[in-house]
């Protein structure tokens, strides 16, 4: 039996007078239902009222819920089972599908338990029949009617009851006359009745209650379509319109409608903040009041106080991603948090020293209070304290706890950090705050439904509830209303744009259920079945949409990236209007309103601080790399200490692998010392010595990455270095005989009144007491990049011209597997095989001396610049500004073209 098609219809004043009389109203949604609600107020208001009787408006599953609850409650009785939450649902599908014979070759179990419950609720709304089970001919379909049975009869044994068998227990309760009845009831935003709804409302007319629905707007006055260029025109001109029409009327309640809101609502913010909100790109208006609001919650797990709590759950199994730990050191909603604000921030900036890509909490606790000159800046003192009282918390952890027993652990963990902090929490923290604690107590009724659990499992299965979970916060109410199709059902409007509807989403495409069999969706038309159904339901919606204002306008892009688009064929009939036409606010981004209203005024600042003639730098060589390449990256690294953050590396970074062949091959020359002793090793004493300068390397580097470093990552580094340094050393002994002098010994050099210390990677003396200076590159060097005014690699040209000794060749050590060589230059040929003489790079000096003293003026003129306190930004070239962090900080994409680049006069390619 189906209830009668038309339903008798209502006015809304009508509708008001009823719920005052005691009528129910139920909506299909909780949205329209508080929307009706904020109705009924004003109609009462409107009367000179203050104080009036709360009206019975329900969403009609609530009501369902508060029926069956407050019987059970009032007349208990052991035949009534209890009814399961949402979340006991979902946790009880996952069991039954674990505890299956599919489960091995599922890999993601909480989202197929989500579509066998989407299953399990549809087989029960709309009836499906189950007597021919000939369909169910797929593997999926037969594990669906092994998880049915399963669940059924879990549900038979723990005596539980679902929400999707709600409605026909109802109805038992009804025809047992065991639930209170009004005499009317009110139905909104119902665009079609499931079989088992038709049942339901049947039974309540059975029962002497007279159905009623809530009348139309009917026609609209004005249906407009506005073919646009692409999404972005139309969302911004759909903002633009409504904002026009509020400056006529404020009191307007304009609807903006988008069919797919939950891919553009990042977008869909963002140019309504530029069209209403201007301001907000400000500092510090992160949280003013908007005109505007969108129906479309977010997952309450990513709201920032909400993901703080997460990443502190999270750190309990002992480390976090180190973009997680930056994130959780940062975050305003811990403990001490604004009082050690930027010494956390300075920690961050610390661990990411490392490049590791994660962080553990034991490192973490022990930077939090280091001691000494370096961890002065980063120690956070009270952070330290907490942490100390997190971890001796977990050392006593069980290995396993049912849900209530981790719901409380993770209330102690919390409060152990000072989550949420100590800082006044605004409106919307504090109903995260209400959330997230609703949330926990959801994750506590699992006793009973979900066995014990590990640490890991019932911190995933947490983080999955509240990804599941919807967050909206209640706002006062706004003017214009952004919202999805299915969230417009039944609200009403003073002006309405829709937007969106192109071929390609409007009517969408079908999407049955993969676990039922096709055919019978197919058959029983249920939602999504097929593009018959989809185009139906879609034409039945599209007329809900245009008869929810009197003004309403349409609206397609032409264009995606490069596919041209047509409008839906369910608006393609309605007659196209020009933009132009239409009535839009005139405003620009606020960006833009300050550039055109600015004065523009140019000061050509090169100038810092001179440096007192004799200051010690910090930084040695690398400062007049440095200014070699820009003078302001010098400038403000340096003398200014902004550094940019590291970012993590899976395995070695290109640095990481040069410091360990540094690390071995000092360790290898610490022991030969000269060419004769390692001619003199046979091949095993050779391999020998290379394996512990290996493990040596390796050992040192460990002590700073440890979580790099894992068993057999290490195996695989010490071959790697192994075959490295073997296949090195065959290419020193090819060399005329040389002894080791020097490794990393510093050398104080005074350069045009600065104080530098120098470190060379090794200087070898020859028979004849010359030396040769060299360091060390596991990429491919390029000798050229020493000569020029502003040289790339001024380094050895340094190191040269502070070594009092006389210097006879400057190279590169290339240190790679299949490509060893030297690569330099030398003040005559034979010095090193394979490097011929100076003349062959340098262009200009006529003799060694005269290279020697070109490097001495260049590398002056540089240190004079430096001592002026010359910072202008003025790279050599565009590659200077290719790894550079400080783009914010010199502004140089404004620039532009008055950039003026400092090339080199002699800065070839190539190899000698």
């Known amino acids: 039996m189906k209830i009668a098609q038309p339903l008798p219809l209502i006015s809304e004043d009508d509708m008001f007078a009823a719920l005052e009389a005691g009528a129910l109203l139920l909506t299909i949604n909780n949205r329209l239902a508080r929307e009706f609600q904020g109705r009924y107020d004003f109609f009462q208001q409107s009367k000179g009222l203050a104080v009036w009787e709360a009206p019975r408006i329900f969403p009609w599953l609530t009501w369902l819920q508060h029926c069956y609850q407050r019987l059970t409650l009032t007349e208990p009785d052991d035949r009534n089972p209890t009814l399961l939450s949402p979340l006991q649902e979902q946790s009880l599908w996952e069991r039954v599908i674990y505890d299956s014979s599919y489960s091995g070759a599922l890999l993601q179990v909480p989202a197929t338990a989500r579509t066998a419950q989407e299953a399990w609720q549809l087989w029960h709304a709309w009836r499906l029949p189950l007597q021919d089970q000939s369909l169910f001919v797929t593997e999926d379909t037969q594990a669906f009617l092994e998880w049915a049975r399963a669940f059924e009869h879990h549900c038979q044994v723990g005596h539980w009851l679902d929400h999707a068998r709600l409605p026909e227990a109802v109805i038992q309760m009804l025809g047992a006359r065991q639930i209170s009845l009004p005499a009317t009831v009110i139905l909104v935003g119902f665009d079609e009745y499931t079989p088992q709804q038709q049942e339901f409302f049947v039974a309540l007319v059975e029962q002497g209650v007279m159905l009623q629905a809530l009348a139309s707007q009917g026609k609209p006055e004005r249906v407009m379509r506005v073919p646009l260029v692409d999404g972005v025109e139309e969302i911004t001109s759909a903002a633009r319109w409504a904002r026009r029409r509020l400056e006529g009327a404020p009191r307007e309640k304009i609807g903006v409608i988008v069919p797919q809101l939950e891919f553009l609502r990042a977008q869909v913010v963002r140019i309504f903040d530029e069209i209403f909100h201007p ?234 259920n993969p676990l039922l069999p096709v055919e019978l969706q197919r058959h029983h038309r249920l939602p999504h079945a097929s593009a018959e159904r989809e185009l139906a339901y879609a034409r039945m919606v599209t007329a809900r949409l245009l008869a929810s204002a009197p003004t309403v306008i349409v609206s397609h892009p032409c264009r995606e990236g490069d596919s041209d688009l047509r409008p839906s064929p369910l608006i393609a009939e309605l007659p196209p209007i020009p933009p132009e036409a239409l009535e839009l606010a005139s405003i620009e981004p606020y960006t833009h309103q300050i550039q055109l209203t600015a004065m523009g005024e140019t000061l050509a600042d090169r100038q810092g601080p001179p440096l007192a003639k004799g200051t010690q730098v910090e930084g040695g060589t690398a400062l007049l790399k440095a200014q070699a390449a820009c003078p302001f990256r010098a400038f403000a690294e340096y003398r200014l200490g902004a550094q940019g953050l590291e970012e993590p590396s899976v395995g070695l970074a290109a640095l990481d692998q040069g410091i360990l062949i540094h690390s071995a091959l000092h360790y290898l020359w610490e022991r030969l010392e000269d060419q004769q002793i390692l001619l003199t090793h046979t091949a095993e004493e050779l391999q020998t010595l290379v394996a512990e300068a290996a493990k040596q390397a390796i050992a040192g580097q460990m002590a700073v990455r440890p979580q790099t470093f894992t068993e057999r990552f290490t195996a695989i580094e010490q ?168 783009p914010g900080l010199c502004r140089i994409g404004e620039l532009g073209s008055k950039i003026t680049y400092n090339k080199n006069k002699n800065n070839g390619d190539g190899q000698p």
């Open 719 to 886: 071959e790697r270095l192994e075959l490295l340094l073997l296949e090195w050393l065959e290419q020193d002994k090819q060399r005329p005989p040389f002894t080791v002098l020097h490794q990393e010994k510093s050398q104080p050099l005074n350069l045009g009144g600065i104080g530098l210390i120098t470190r060379a990677d090794r200087i070898d003396r020859l028979e004849n007491g010359e030396r040769v200076i060299i360091d060390y590159k596991t990429g491919r060097p390029d000798p050229h990049h020493w000569f020029g005014e502003r040289p790339e690699e001024p380094q050895l040209p340094l190191y040269c011209i502070a070594h009092k000794e006389p210097v006879v060749a400057v190279l590169f050590a290339q240190v790679r597997r299949g490509e060893m060589k030297y690569l330099g230059v030398t003040k005559a040929a034979g010095s090193v095989p394979g490097i011929s003489d100076f003349t062959h790079v340098a262009e200009g000096p006529e003799n060694w001396e005269g290279l020697l003293d070109q490097w001495s003026q260049v590398l002056h003129a540089l240190a004079e610049e430096l001592m002026a306190g010359y910072a202008a930004v003025a790279p050599r070239d565009t590659k200077s500004c290719d790894y550079c962090a400080l």
């Open 279 to 512: 301001e907000a790109v400000l500092p510090g208006r992160e949280g003013i009041e908007r005109a505007y609001n969108i129906s479309l919650a977010q997952p309450l797990a990513h709201n920032p106080l909400v993901h703080t709590a997460l990443l502190i759950l999270e750190l309990t199994k002992g480390e976090l991603s180190l973009v997680e730990m930056g994130a959780l050191l940062r975050s305003p909603f811990l403990g001490e948090a604004e009082r050690e604000f930027s010494r956390r921030a300075l920690l961050d900036a610390y661990l990411r020293k490392t490049r590791e890509a994660r962080v553990s909490l034991g490192r973490l606790g022990a930077a939090a209070v280091s001691e000494g000159a370096e961890g002065a800046a980063y120690c956070c003192p009270a952070l330290g304290e907490r942490l100390q009282q997190f971890k001796a918390e977990l050392a006593q952890l069980p290995a396993r706890q049912s849900p209530s027993g981790w719901a409380r652990s993770f209330a102690r963990w919390l409060q152990l950090l000072g989550w949420p902090g100590e800082r006044s929490l605004n409106s919307e923290e504090q109903q995260a705050v209400s959330a997230w604690r609703k949330g926990v107590q959801s994750f506590a009724s699992l006793d009973g439904v979900v066995p014990s659990l590990k640490q890991s499992a019932a911190i995933g299965k947490f983080r999955r509830l509240l990804a599941d979970t919807l967050f909206q916060p209640e706002s006062p109410p706004v003017p214009v209303q952004v919202m999805g199709t299915l969230e417009a059902a039944g609200e009403r409007f003073d002006g309405v744009w829709i937007l969106g509807l192109h071929d390609g989403v409007w009517p969408p495409a079908p999407r049955p």
